[in-house]
């Protein structure tokens, strides 16, 4: 179950403030049950949004909805482990990141990244039909509802 933790007031760090928030703002316990018509879960931080982010200079909807294509491709065309998905996610974004360094000609100058995780819990999506996989129980997973700054919701039938 997703509780807050903190008062919303400490919300600020998610949204960019320089300032950490004192307590988490979210903390997991027990199983989390998603909902039937949620596919998978991801929880990224700040590192993996705002690389994206440097990268495509787009709105957080579409960053979210990348993040979101890239778990639904590494879960539907390879057979991976949950692991092994988000930790492709995470390698297309730092390559994604290398190369437009590399092609805007900052190769010289050392470019520093915030650490970067992606979490993903599979929920329905390798259930839905046209999906492979059996690694359904993992605590790495993804889903539609992707939560940065702000949260998105996909139905199954909206992921590409």
């Not at 929920?123 to 939560?147: A, C, E, M, N």
């Amino acid at each position: 179950m997703l509780t807050p933790s903190a008062p919303p007031t400490s919300a600020n760090y998610l949204l960019g403030s320089p300032e950490p928030a004192d307590t988490p703002l979210v903390s997991l316990t027990g199983p989390v049950e998603g909902p039937q018509d949620w596919a998978f879960l991801v929880l990224m931080t700040k590192g993996v949004f705002h690389t994206l982010e440097m990268v495509t200079a787009k709105d957080d909807r579409t960053n979210n909805g990348q993040i979101v294509s890239l778990v639904a491709k590494e879960l539907r065309n390879n057979d991976n482990s949950l692991l092994a998905a988000s930790q492709s996610v995470v390698d297309n974004v730092v390559r994604l990141h290398k190369e437009a360094v590399f092609y805007a000609g900052d190769c010289d100058q050392q470019v520093i990244r915030d650490d970067m995780t992606l979490l993903v819990r599979d929920f329905h999506y390798r259930q839905l039909p046209g999906q492979q996989g059996s690694d359904t129980s993992s605590t790495h997973s993804s889903s539609p509802p992707v939560r940065t700054a702000r949260t998105t919701r996909w139905t199954p039938a909206q992921i590409p």
